[in-house]
């Protein structure tokens, strides 16, 4: 089956620094993936639909200044949280959209930012 | 604004019982139902989905669930269960368009399974 991967699993970074997370395609191409984050005990809540070549779109309530997007190519998608602070500090998700199968997405395993 | 409620936090069952697990959902039109299953370390997995058709779906691990307008509901079961099947399950609605891809997720619920 089509498989995501995500880069690093765990970090800890200090607060005001700037954490990138990788989110890859590894057997198919994507033209679309989405970011989620996770809170214990909580859903995951869609932060942005990343498209190959454009301009994410934020959902209501996140900082686009914050957790910039890059979606440069066709199997990967980069999430940067910028000048992180302890509440940032949570389970980020990313999922795939495989091309021409478009009703399923591709979850990855998930990255944990602890900001101290 | 599409939501959805999983009323179970955490579910306890013995290994060999059946399994329902709740879920209602609002949407304003026909809703693209999903069921996931994430287990430690690793990503949600998809165990069924309906869009439209027959309202009985069956999915990968034995699972089904069936789709009630009339109770907005998508409850997914298995008649029974086994101890690999201890995880988080998922309930989620997606909007329309080419991917389906706006999922709003349920609580999740926790599901334990006793030997």
């Known amino acids: 089956g089509a498989v995501v991967s995500q880069h690093p699993s765990r970090v800890i970074c200090k607060s005001g620094t700037s954490v990138k997370i990788e989110c890859r395609s590894l057997?198919?191409?994507?033209?679309?993936m989405f970011w989620y984050r996770q809170f214990p005990k909580q859903s995951l809540m869609l932060m942005a639909t990343?498209?190959?070549?454009?301009?994410?779109?934020?959902e209501q309530g996140v900082e686009k200044d914050k957790f910039l997007i890059n979606h440069a190519s066709l199997t990967l998608s980069t999430l940067t949280v910028t000048s992180a602070h302890p509440e940032d500090s949570s389970f980020y998700i990313c999922?795939?959209?495989?091309?021409?199968?478009?009703?399923?997405?591709?979850f990855g395993p998930g990255t944990r930012l602890t900001v101290l | 604004a599409q939501s959805v409620t999983q009323p179970d936090i955490h579910i306890t069952v013995s290994e060999g019982a059946s399994l329902e697990l709740r879920c209602n959902y609002s949407?304003?039109?026909?809703?693209?139902l999903f069921w996931y299953v994430q287990s430690p370390g690793q990503g949600l997995q998809l165990l069924l989905k309906y869009f439209s058709g027959d309202t009985l779906v069956q999915g990968i691990k034995g699972f089904e669930a069936e789709f009630k307008r009339s109770q907005s509901s998508f409850n997914l079961r298995k008649p029974s269960v086994h101890w690999s099947d201890a995880a988080e399950y998922f309930c989620?609605?997606?909007?329309?368009?080419?991917?389906?891809?706006?999922?709003?997720f349920g609580q999740g619920t926790i599901l334990t399974v006793h030997p």
């Open positions: 989620a609605v997606g909007s329309g368009g080419t991917s389906y891809g706006k999922l709003t």
């Open positions: 990343s498209n190959e070549g454009s301009k994410a779109t934020y």
């Open positions: 949407y304003g039109a026909t809703p693209y």
């Open positions: 999922s795939a959209d495989l091309v021409g199968v478009t009703d399923t997405q591709y």
């Open positions: 057997d198919f191409q994507a033209t679309t």
